[in-house]
């Protein structure tokens, strides 16, 4: 069991965060820098109209693993920092810290690992087969939150005697199930060709914690205006008087069978306990995803596809919702108010506090309920020139995300002398702020890329793939 049970929630998500900040594989929706070499087979990921010249053959522990973070401002260490949310953390008592954030901060990290994977050429028709398991989540963290932990911290004075925050909405999403695909690409002739791709999903979880608003008012007498409140004991709150209130207004929903909520004597969530042996589906589902690609001219390409066209159905089994107490918080010393119950809420000074939340299930509210997968529309075109060994590429994406939506331009400059051969570099400026590159490489086998060229953990996207593939047939003339 874990004594913090919103540390246990954010900690897969801060898993993922990891992985992609020491850049261990690819992103798990695709890898944009692939989309124009014709040789790589991981751009089916992007457009299943785009078939590989050679079929392939992936195999567990050799295949594609990898994972993806990117951000609005913040940079691979901060999201992990605030995922672990840890009650001694400090990261938001920097200045440069809170210096790099907006109004909404936001941040989207997947991670994903193909345990099989198949394509092969017949006739004009390339079949594709895949089982993968994928995992995406993202947080939603207003700036207002670190203004308040800073208060709370003594970073700077504060005036207790009128003090209020209106910390805003924050939102913790956390998404894994399995993939079983099947695709379908018909090279019609020299300029046209039409994919599919149809998926059957597995759930093996999911969790979205949303708080919608928080409101803290104080009105105390006697209070140090630098107060710690982290080292402050339940005493030195007992010293002042005056008012104070706590008001969250917070709704947890999870579906993750062989998961439970373990609550107080006053009720609220104070563990949660996980075992293997009770772990199952928790719910299942279908997705599709859809490519064209056409050769307007002999040296122009023009293709368009939307992917993840689906959704997981979850299991009224599996569910259970919570809610944040809908009794305010409050203290007042002319009545002798819960003193402990304000100083624990005030003294834990984390980005998801339970004591603030005081969650409360609701077994009334179970209920099946259904997630739509993060979609990605995209738009490519492409100029050959050289014998179509040379290229130039510019390819627009946009990620319909539950916590961020993501527009991306990639331009890219390729180069394709053979199937066993494939170079690309791209620029893609929109998401990182113009500060990255990427760069990827066929040879043989072996395939090397990323779309944000890692730069260290302060960089705001990081991703990159490796894949070692087994060739399988060839291209068929047409």
Request: charged content about 20%.
């Given at each position: 069991m874990m004594r913090n049970p919103l540390n246990a929630l954010s900690r897969g998500l801060a898993a993922v965060a990891a992985l992609a900040a020491v850049a261990l594989g690819g992103n798990a929706q695709s890898l944009r820098t692939t989309y124009f070499m014709d040789g790589v087979q991981y751009r089916l990921q992007l457009n299943p109209a785009l078939a590989p010249t050679r079929g392939?053959?992936?195999?567990?522990?050799?295949?594609?693993?990898?994972?993806?973070?990117?951000?609005?401002?913040?940079?691979?260490?901060?999201?992990?920092?605030?995922?672990?949310?840890?009650?001694?953390?400090?990261?938001?008592?920097?200045?440069?810290?809170?210096?790099?954030?907006?109004?909404?901060?936001?941040?989207?990290?997947?991670?994903?690992?193909?345990?099989?994977?198949?394509?092969?050429?017949?006739?004009?028709?390339?079949?594709?087969?895949?089982?993968?398991?994928?995992?995406?989540?993202?947080?939603?963290?207003?700036?207002?939150?670190?203004?308040?932990?800073?208060?709370?911290?003594?970073?700077?004075?504060?005036?207790?005697?009128?003090?209020?925050?209106?910390?805003?909405?924050?939102?913790?999403?956390?998404?894994?199930?399995?993939?079983?695909?099947?695709?379908?690409?018909?090279?019609?002739?020299?300029?046209?060709?039409?994919?599919?791709?149809?998926?059957?999903?597995?759930?093996?979880?999911?969790?979205?914690?949303?708080?919608?608003?928080?409101?803290?008012?104080?009105?105390?007498?006697?209070?140090?205006?630098?107060?710690?409140?982290?080292?402050?004991?339940?005493?030195?709150?007992?010293?002042?008087?005056?008012?104070?209130?706590?008001?969250?207004?917070?709704?947890?929903?999870?579906?993750?069978?062989?998961?439970?909520?373990?609550?107080?004597?006053?009720?609220?969530?104070?563990?949660?306990?996980?075992?293997?042996?009770?772990?199952?589906?928790?719910?299942?589902?279908?997705?599709?995803?859809?490519?064209?690609?056409?050769?307007?001219?002999?040296?122009?390409?023009?293709?368009?596809?939307?992917?993840?066209?689906?959704?997981?159905?979850?299991?009224?089994?599996?569910?259970?919702?919570?809610?944040?107490?809908?009794?305010?918080?409050?203290?007042?010393?002319?009545?002798?108010?819960?003193?402990e119950a304000m100083y624990r809420a005030m003294s834990k000074i984390e980005a998801l506090n339970p004591d603030m939340m005081r969650l409360t299930l609701d077994d009334a509210a179970r209920k099946s309920r259904r997630t739509s997968l993060a979609s990605t529309l995209v738009l490519g075109a492409d100029y050959a020139f050289a014998g179509d060994k040379l290229s130039v590429g510019a390819l627009f994406t946009n990620h319909f995300a539950r916590i961020r939506n993501e527009a991306e331009v990639t331009l890219s400059f390729n180069y394709r002398p053979s199937s066993l051969v494939n170079l690309s570099a791209s620029y893609s400026p929109i998401i990182s702020g113009g500060q990255s590159v990427g760069v990827a490489l066929k040879l043989g086998p072996i395939f090397i890329g990323t779309d944000y060229l890692y730069m260290g953990k302060k960089g705001k996207c990081s991703n990159a793939l490796v894949g070692i593939s087994i060739p399988l047939g060839e291209k068929p003339e047409i």
């Open positions: 392939f053959v992936h195999l567990p522990a050799i295949s594609n693993t990898g994972a993806s973070l990117r951000s609005n401002s913040l940079n691979v260490d901060d999201v992990i920092d605030i995922m672990e949310n840890k009650e001694d953390a400090d990261y938001y008592v920097s200045d440069k810290f809170m210096n790099r954030l907006d109004a909404d901060n936001r941040a989207l990290a997947n991670a994903n690992a193909d345990v099989l994977a198949a394509g092969w050429w017949q006739g004009r028709n390339f079949w594709s087969f895949n089982v993968g398991v994928k995992v995406d989540g993202g947080i939603l963290v207003p700036r207002e939150l670190f203004s308040f932990m800073r208060d709370m911290k003594g970073v700077q004075p504060v005036d207790y005697t009128h003090y209020s925050r209106n910390i805003g909405k924050e939102e913790l999403n956390l998404n894994a199930y399995a993939e079983i695909g099947l695709g379908f690409t018909r090279q019609f002739n020299e300029r046209l060709s039409a994919g599919v791709r149809v998926k059957g999903l597995v759930g093996i979880g999911n969790i979205n914690l949303k708080v919608n608003s928080t409101t803290v008012n104080l009105a105390l007498d006697g209070m140090n205006p630098t107060l710690d409140w982290s080292q402050a004991t339940v005493e030195d709150f007992r010293d002042v008087s005056g008012t104070a209130s706590i008001d969250v207004d917070a709704e947890m929903q999870s579906s993750f069978e062989g998961m439970k909520f373990l609550t107080n004597s006053d009720g609220y969530i104070n563990d949660v306990e996980m075992k293997a042996r009770d772990m199952s589906p928790s719910g299942f589902g279908a997705a599709i995803d859809l490519g064209v690609a056409y050769r307007v001219a002999d040296a122009v390409t023009l293709s368009a596809a939307i992917n993840d066209l689906g959704f997981i159905k979850w299991s009224e089994g599996s569910t259970q919702v919570a809610r944040a107490n809908t009794e305010v918080l409050s203290y007042d010393s002319s009545q002798g108010g819960d003193a």
